[in-house]
């Protein structure tokens, strides 16, 4: 009776906590067929898939056809090898799995004995019949020795046929539009696929959905170190994609193997290499009367500091079993900014405010302010009201209240002529 209600507690258990569960779309297939010297099919050959990084074999054997199929393998430098009794055994040149990328390989085999090894170069076939997807696959050599902005890789999505650039650059603060998060001064493309609009594509990053529901843009940008390879696939996608009319970004990441590997980056910007900026790094003070006169000396620039630095290390844990792949991306921003804000005249810290309105068009909604202090009741009961004084315009009655008085000292004070609201801004008032 335990038992029964125990798996009945986990059974209600996982119907609640069913969830989407997305297919391995970060990984491909090898398939291919084998044949003899004469054409005919060999069917119960052993073939092993063996991954050159890990050394990790994979086995399958041919059917009656003599077609074999290897699913779910990752990216990489693989061989194959094949044995059937009566033949020589059949090792082929490395070759490259490419994600999304099925591979199909036809290797022959020679009559002899098994324990004879001769290389054979497997033949793909002139038209890929195992996908109708269209796509380009980026690899890490490419993404290693191209230039990037700010080391984003999406700069390179317009190296596929099909898309057209759309360049969301970052601009001079920390965030920028969409919910994309960049370097300042950084590039990021927002390609169009297709035709289609620029927000019609997913992001996946080692077959887990990276996309930001806004953009869609990625959520977490992949550190270029530790890129393997991605594919750009088009709008005739298989069915594991979804969601998404323009196309694809699949993001693959190097899954470390049987040596390690490490490298290291460190991008510096400061205000001692940087040049100056002739609009924020004015060259004098207003409060010498003006700029660029005769003896007027230089202003340091405005202090500035960038660091974008981080590494990568890949290697073994168990050597042919177990491996990792670790990657750090950091990054330190400061800099002085500017921006504009209104600050009280001198007729508005005293309470004459005649300035806004009607005539000053100042403002674009007006509404009466009353003074809460005044509250007092008129009227006989049960007609009992109650009025308040409305505060005036001008400073004639107003009561200035008590802490915003001692908080006048702190309010930069303004250059701006009586009656003129419109330039009264912290960038031209003396602080």
Known sequence: MRCIRTLTV???MLLVSSMTLYSQ??????NGTVTDQSGSVVSGAAVKLINQGTQIQDEATTNSTGYFVFTNVRPGSYILRVTATGFKTAATPAFQVQVNSPVSQEVKLAVGQVSETVEVQATAPLIEASTTELGTAIDERTVQELPLNGRNFTQLLTLTPGITPVSTSQNKNVGCCEGNVGLPGSGFDDGSFHGQQNRSKLYYYDGIINTNVRGPAYVVIPNVDLIQEFKIVGHDAKAEFGGAAGGIVNVVSKPGGNSFHASAFEFLRNDYFDARDSFSDS?????????????????AAAPY??????AVITGPIIKHRTFFAFGYDGWRYSKADGNLSYVPTLAELNGDFTQLGPNGTHLSFYHNIYNPYSTRATGVAPSITFVRDQFRCDAAGNPLPLVAGQLYQFTPGTAAPAGSVACNKIPQALI
Request: charged letters at 20%; hydrophobic letters at 25%; glycine letters at 12%.
């Open 283 to 299: 060259t004098c003070t207003p409060a010498r009367g003006g700029c660029n006169k005769p003896g007027d000396v230089p202003k």
């Open 25 to 30: 779309t970060a990984t491909t297939e090898v």
């Open 305 to 310: 500091r960038q660091n974008q630095f981080g």
């Open 10 to 12: 986990l059974f209600v």
